[in-house]
């Protein structure tokens, strides 16, 4: 199985910058995929930003042009660097790993979450 450790969270004035982490460790055999999603109370989950191991990224509209994705294969770690922070970014941040084991099976995992609260 494969565990999450997420890191970087915390307070921040709308503007302001964050740079989330997440490292994956484990029985790690094939990571298709690393990103985030976020929950904010009231709100179903959502995708933040994804990347998979074909480089291939996609990002929430609203996150566009402000949040960068980013992954160190090496270290098996995925990155969210988040600038021009708003309010309504205010959630918690869940890392998220789809990974592959030798006898091709999928499966998901997630982090404990981070929270990110930015205020006014």
């Known amino acids: 199985q494969v565990q999450l450790v997420e890191s970087g969270g915390g307070l921040v004035q709308a503007g302001g910058s964050l740079r989330l982490s997440c490292a994956a460790s484990?029985?790690?055999?094939?990571?298709?995929?690393m990103g985030w999603y976020r929950r904010a109370p009231g709100k179903q989950r959502e995708l933040v930003a994804t990347?998979?191991?074909?480089?291939?990224?996609d990002y929430a509209d609203s996150v566009k042009g402000r949040f960068t994705i980013s992954r160190d294969s090496a270290k098996n770690t995925v990155y969210l660097q988040m600038n021009s922070l708003k309010p309504e970014d205010t959630a918690v941040y869940y890392c998220?790993?789809?990974?592959?084991?030798?006898?091709?099976?999928?499966?998901?995992?997630w982090g404990q979450g981070t929270q990110v609260t930015v205020s006014s």
């Open positions: 998220y790993v789809r990974h592959r084991t030798p006898w091709t099976l999928e499966r998901d995992y």
């Open positions: 484990g029985s790690i055999f094939s990571i298709l995929v």
């Open positions: 990347i998979s191991s074909g480089d291939r990224i």
